[in-house]
């Protein structure tokens, strides 16, 4: 059975930094884009990055410069470092695993930035 499990989220003040590990199992880690999504208190959720299988990432233009994610695909994580982190990026972190018809969420991880 298929499943991702985040870990890693907590309370931090601004300009701080927090780090996101994404664990996955009951699939084949390394052939699948990895990302990491985001929910803030009455938004949609949102994109914050991604990671395709070649490495190649992508980032919402809000976190560009200031957040990291890297995979180790012989662990099958998927890690989020986030720095100097803002109020606004308070939010319910996802992560999520998506290849061809898989498309698989975590329960997600409370973040909140504050002084």
């Known amino acids: 059975q298929a499943q991702v499990v985040e870990s890693g989220g907590g309370l931090v003040q601004p300009g701080g930094s927090l780090s996101l590990s994404c664990a996955a199992s009951?699939?084949?880690?390394?052939?699948?884009?990895m990302g990491w999504y985001r929910q803030a208190p009455g938004k949609q959720r949102e994109f914050v990055a991604s990671?395709?299988?070649?490495?190649?990432?992508n980032y919402a233009d809000s976190v560009k410069g200031r957040f990291t994610i890297f995979r180790d695909n012989a662990k099958n994580t998927v890690y989020l470092q986030m720095n100097s982190l803002k109020p606004e990026d308070t939010a319910v972190y996802y992560c999520?695993?998506?290849?061809?018809?898989?498309?698989?969420w975590g329960q997600g991880t409370q973040v909140t930035v504050s002084s």
């Open positions: 999520n695993a998506r290849y061809g018809p898989g498309d698989y």
């Open positions: 009951g699939i084949i880690f390394s052939i699948y884009a």
């Open positions: 990671i395709r299988s070649n490495g190649n990432t």
